[in-house]
């Protein structure tokens, strides 16, 4: 790419310090939760404040001295339903916008950062990351450099490919190396347009396979080697990234399977790389298992009450916000108060009464309900299935007020209901619980909890160091792990799970050219 392609011959004294501009919307939508994910829930960062959000682009990080860098518009939400059209459409045209004003102001772009999640689902549109990144090329320019930072659960087209020039994603599940992949991303692009290096050869390979994130986490195998060797093609002599996508498992699109792109500047290399780790991944289709023990509600229960270590987590699998459920989803909270086992309440309690947590159930009018009455009052509140009564109705309880809290970032305001031993925390808007503090703050002690039982998937980090056992409730919810009992109608077969694996699929891969 030569230089006055882009921003013409009077600009050349720019070359060493190019002008990148930062955008993109970030968020995993599930199809199959009644939900909807309103503008407000990206939390939009814009101008300078984009940059707060990326610790490696501090004010006199190296990567924020090394260009003229000009936050756009970045948004991320909570995982959740599908976004309303309106929604798109809005934070969309401000993008553009404060794009169009950062060109009006400082010249043509040499680079955007385009940094998204890749399983944005919106109202009447299929592909809304290729949607979005062709409006802002319409802006930018055909010219401009693009590197794209996703989430391995995105999805990646063939037209997305196309319109972007860098792409990459992470290579831990959960997303411990979220960080490093962004500046991957961005170092990326910085090098490449200091080096004039130009555009790249991009080799692309759908892999007909799409499977939960909890079945290809890379604690365990056959993950654990794809993308180890990820690295190992991403370090070869012509070869600048590659990256395997396993798509988003809870959205019902064409697009929604596992992928390969490998990028640089040998053909060769680049396409033997993406043609390697797709036969890779097709080889292992069957290998692909829960990264935990499974079971129903009901036999997850047993074991965590016949366990002699503490604490015992179980994930409350279906309506996990953090993959996209509605997060109101009361089906487990129902059964756990009508268990005497866990409540200590009624006939069949234990001699020993249990410390049992549960995380959580927004219920904005049973929290308001608990404030008023303050800490240690006993209330009865009536809550969740507001949005997600597809399984289970309002849950009716009667406990004491343990804990209340305000000004979280996501829940607003948090309680601590206490039925007996079960601690069930109520929100006023959905929260995911990840962390110890998100605990402790609340008065909780998860640490010497006898069970904790928290809506989630595979458990991240702080939780999985804490936990002394570990089963995940294999529950209903917009997130469904049975993705044979959701019902895809949309994707492309043959598929596995969906179909046997006993096909042959296209592995070659695919070079794609620009779209412009």
């Not at 929604?87 to 385009?114: K, Q, V």
């Not at 959960?174 to 290096?197: F, G, Y």
């Not at 406990?399 to 206490?418: M, N, P, Q």
Request: charged share 25%; with cysteine; proline share 7%.
């Amino acid at each position: 790419m030569e230089r006055s392609a882009v921003r013409g011959t009077s600009a050349a004294p720019s070359l060493h310090h190019p002008l990148i501009a930062v955008a993109g919307l970030a968020i995993e939508a599930s199809t199959f939760s009644p939900a909807r994910t309103e503008a407000a829930a990206f939390h939009p960062r814009r101008g300078d404040e984009v940059f707060d959000a990326y610790p490696f682009m501090s004010p006199g990080s190296p990567l924020r001295e090394a260009a003229d860098w000009h936050g756009a518009l970045v948004g991320r939400a909570l995982p959740g339903g599908i976004v309303t059209r309106d929604a798109f459409e809005s934070l969309t045209a401000e993008m553009l916008e404060r794009l169009r004003g950062i060109i009006a102001d400082h010249g043509p772009l040499d680079g955007l950062w385009f940094d998204i999640h890749g399983a944005m689902t919106v109202e009447g549109l299929d592909d809304a990351e290729t949607v979005l990144l062709r409006r802002v090329r319409e802006v930018i320019g055909p010219d401009v450099l693009v590197s794209s930072s996703m989430d391995l659960h995105g999805n990646v087209s063939a037209d997305f490919v196309r319109l972007t020039d860098l792409i990459t994603c992470y290579r831990m599940a959960p997303h411990e190396d979220e960080l490093e992949t962004k500046e991957r991303a961005t170092r990326n692009l910085v090098q490449r347009l200091r080096d004039h290096a130009g555009r790249p050869f991009k080799a692309w390979v759908p892999v007909p396979v799409l499977l939960p994130g909890e079945k290809t986490s890379t604690r365990v195998e056959p993950a654990k080697s794809i993308y180890r060797h990820v690295g190992e093609v991403a370090e070869r002599p012509g070869v600048l990234d590659a990256a395997v996508w396993v798509g988003y498992a809870w959205a019902d699109e064409p697009r929604n399977q596992a992928a390969v792109v490998v990028t640089g500047d040998d053909r060769d290399a680049v396409s033997a790389g993406a043609e390697e780790l797709a036969a890779m991944f097709w080889a292992a289709r069957d290998e692909f298992a829960f990264v935990a023990p499974t079971g129903t509600l009901d036999e997850c229960l047993d074991a965590a009450l016949r366990s002699d270590v503490r604490p015992y987590f179980i994930s409350d699998s279906g309506d996990n916000p953090t993959a996209g459920g509605a997060g109101d989803v009361t089906w487990t909270l129902q059964r756990l108060l009508d268990d005497p086992r866990v409540t200590g309440l009624g006939q069949g309690a234990a001699e020993s009464p249990r410390t049992v947590i549960y995380a959580s159930l927004p219920a904005p009018e049973a929290v308001r309900t608990a404030v008023e009455a303050g800490v240690g009052a006993t209330v009865t509140v009536t809550g969740g299935a507001a949005v997600d009564d597809l399984h289970a109705g309002p849950v009716t309880m009667t406990g004491v007020v343990h804990a209340i809290r305000y000004g979280d970032r996501d829940a607003k305001t948090e309680v601590v209901l206490r039925v007996g031993g079960l601690h069930v925390i109520l929100t006023e808007l959905r929260k995911p619980y990840h962390h110890e503090h998100d605990f402790t703050d609340l008065d909780l002690d998860p640490r010497h909890a006898d069970i904790v039982i928290v809506k989630i998937g595979y458990l991240e980090p702080e939780l999985f160091d804490m936990a002394a056992d570990w089963m995940m409730a294999l529950t209903p919810g917009g997130v469904d792990q049975d993705l044979i009992r959701l019902g895809h109608h949309r994707i492309q077969r043959p598929m596995v799970p969906y179909d046997p694996g006993d096909f042959t699929p296209d592995l070659h891969a695919r070079m794609i050219d620009r779209m412009f």
